[in-house]
């Protein structure tokens, strides 16, 4: 994936940057003037910059919502925040490095937040699970989520994760409980909830942090049911299919934003936030800023009524006027034959999963 | 599209039709213990083996018809809302088609209200048979509905999952959307202090489980019925771990603390009579 010389589609750009600052330092160094085509390099590297980055495609999004070295949760945690004192364990088992989050200040204000973490490299990111949580992590969530409830602090949280841990561990300990009494919880919690999907949103794994009054979302970032890699394997039993599968599942900010499930695009510097990490982090403070001084000031049950109505109203339905007959209605459809005497399926793979 | 308007509910009486016996379905060799066995014996031990208690998954009408006294169901909404395709998703017209024609069903749940043994509740049952099981719109649109009348009538809610397709690729993000739907519209049944009973089933998975299915006050299962959040492939996969014997079974979750009982099927209506009589004495 992404190395040195940049994603795929951005090699002949990363190539003349390169070529670029070599020629600076070549000239520098000698006191020559190279004025002239430095500017037309540095021209076509900007032509070239609003050609690629104008029209991107969503598996070109979906490689740099997971570039590795986009700002992550802990980067943003640590610049737009004061004094953060990070709150560490579940209380009953582990401190999950994968989830982290604790207590800090926004403009003199305290603020809970909370986010997945991934990391730079491999050291970090074995360091970090990479940014797989189990269910600790979010039981530690619920657990921060609760204590800002307590003294009606908000709560902002950062996803950024491709998933659940998918593995023993995870199964044994109630992944999927620990996730669905985070939804549970989290769609009555008395305070304000922010959420910014700061890159990958990976089903369940994201939404276990991801219920809020105000879901932001990055341009470059993605939320899916399911990985495109996952999606292609099911469809076309393969893998390597996944930009097919990106295309078809609709994983794109301005697509979410059209559905409902977010409610508002942060848009990245041009070439992703990795290219200008102070600028997009900069661009996050001051959205996050506004949010928690209006939503503050929303009384709270208001608030959870309208963050119910919210998640009550996302679907996609076509619903059949109904008849006026009440009762027995003529209409009534028919219980079907007794089935027993069919052979039953054994649980092989359902048609969809995840 | 009014999410909101006021359901109309209509009256099913569960019919109990005899079937012409089609000769080369007579028998069933059970995937449990092989033995060859009449559907005859199979039917009347309820869809398990008399031999060796394996339970054969049950389609949410021959569910309704071991839930429901006298076969008698309050519909919600009779098939009234149907899936919408948001992503244009290939191929999607059609297994929803197909799902409709194999379950005779609108789409993988089936909700309304009935008696359980005395005690008037609200019903959900989903269908595996039905696309896997998997929770689109339409499921999150039903089970929140349910919930709310719920919440009107005082009444307790049993839902019984038989999801192993989780939440349903097929729609997208609208899927998983529903987790949080459910899930918020459970948030209020507990506020309001009313009970519910998650029944688990061969299989529920993915999203279902990570959502309304782990959420129960009380929280039971068939025996043996495969209960997990990822399939027992993905891990395999993705962490190359090797699986011990009989993980994510029923067994294996009641062990790890995430059930409070196995319940048999021939046992499961008293059961829950009794258990919903905690909440209406
Ligand atoms: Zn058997």
Redesign the interface.
């Known amino acids: 994936m992404a190395n040195e010389s940049g994603l795929e589609f951005e090699k002949d750009l990363v190539e003349l940057e390169k070529r670029i600052e070599e020629l600076k330092q070549f000239t520098d160094h000698r006191e020559m003037n190279m004025g002239g085509e430095l500017k037309q390099m540095e021209e076509r590297a900007q032509n070239l910059r609003e050609n690629i980055y104008s029209r991107l495609t969503p598996w070109q999004i979906v490689q740099l919502s997971r570039h590795p070295k986009r700002p992550h949760t802990l980067d943003y945690i640590r610049e737009i925040f004061d004094n953060f004192k990070e709150m560490h364990g579940d209380r009953a088992f582990i401190d999950d490095r994968a989830l982290v989050g604790g207590a800090t200040w926004l403009n003199g204000k305290p603020v809970v937040v909370i986010g997945t973490q991934k990391g730079k490299d491999t050291k970090e990111n074995i360091a970090c699970n990479f940014g797989l949580p189990l269910p600790e992590g979010y039981r530690k969530a619920l657990r921060l989520m609760k204590f800002a409830e307590k003294f009606q602090i908000p709560v902002v949280t950062f996803v950024d994760t491709s998933g ?5 561990e ?8 620990a ?3 985070n ?3 989290m ?2 919690l008395r305070t304000p909830i922010i959420v910014v999907v700061i890159g990958e949103g990976g ?2 794994g994201a ?2 942090i991801g ?1 809020g009054d105000q879901v932001l979302m990055l341009s470059n970032a993605m ?4 990985t495109p890699e ?2 292609a394997a ?2 076309w039993k393969d893998r390597a299919e996944a930009p097919r599968a990106s295309e ?4 794109t900010a301005p697509h ?1 934003k059209k ?1 409902g ?1 977010i409610d508002e695009i942060i848009e990245e510097p041009l070439g992703g936030a990795h290219r200008e990490p102070a600028l997009m982090i900069e661009r996050v403070r001051e959205r996050l800023s506004e949010h928690i001084q209006r939503l503050s000031k929303v009384p709270i049950k208001k608030l959870l009524d309208q ?2 109505q919210k ?13 006026e ?5 003529p ?17 092989t ?6 | 599209m009014d999410w909101f308007r006021k359901p109309k509910y209509m009256t099913v009486r569960v019919k109990k039709e005899k079937k012409a016996g089609i000769p080369e379905n007579l028998v069933t060799r059970c995937p449990s213990c092989a033995e060859i066995i009449f559907n005859k014996e199979i039917a009347a031990a309820l869809k398990t083996c008399p031999k060796c208690n394996h339970h054969f998954q049950m389609s949410a009408w021959e569910r309704l018809r071991l839930l429901a006294d006298n076969g008698v169901f309050i519909e919600q909404t009779s098939g009234k809302i149907q899936a919408g395709d948001p992503l244009e998703f290939p191929g999607y017209a059609d297994k929803l088609a197909k799902g409709r024609k194999k379950t005779k069903l609108q789409d993988a749940i089936l909700a309304g209200i009935c008696a359980i043994d005395g005690t008037k509740t609200a019903l959900a049952i989903t269908d595996f048979g039905f696309m896997g099981g998997s929770m689109g719109a339409v499921m999150g649109e039903e089970i929140a509905r349910l919930i709310e009348r719920a919440i009107v009538d005082r009444l307790p809610v049993v839902i019984v999952s038989a999801s192993g397709g989780g939440a349903r690729m097929q729609e997208g993000i609208i899927s998983l959307m529903q987790m949080a739907k459910t899930s918020a519209a459970l948030s209020r049944l507990d506020e309001a202090k009313l009970l519910y009973i998650s029944v688990l089933t061969d299989p529920t998975g993915g999203g279902v489980t990570a959502s309304f299915a782990m959420l129960g006050d009380l929280i039971i299962a068939e025996p043996n019925a495969l209960i997990m959040f990822a399939g027992p492939r993905v891990i395999e996969q993705t962490i190359r771990q090797h699986l011990p014997k009989r993980f994510q079974r029923a067994e294996f979750l009641l062990e790890h603390g995430m059930l409070d009982m196995i319940v048999q099927r021939q046992q499961l209506r008293e059961t829950l009579g009794q258990l919903l009589r905690i909440s209406s004495s």
Not at chain 1, 164 to 168: D, K, N, S, V
């Open positions: 659940a841990y998918p593995g023993l995870g199964e044994e300990r109630g992944v999927a409980e996730i669905a009494r939804l549970r919880e769609s009555s089903s369940g939404l276990g219920v939320y899916t049911v399911i996952g999606c099911i469809l078809i599942l609709k994983i979410l559905l499930v963050r119910y998640y009550r109203g996302i679907g996609f339905l076509t619903e059949i006027a109904a008849t007959t009440s009762g027995q209605s209409t009534a459809p028919q219980a079907p034959a007794d089935e027993s005497t069919d052979t039953p399926a054994p649980p793979s359902a048609d969809a999963e995840n």
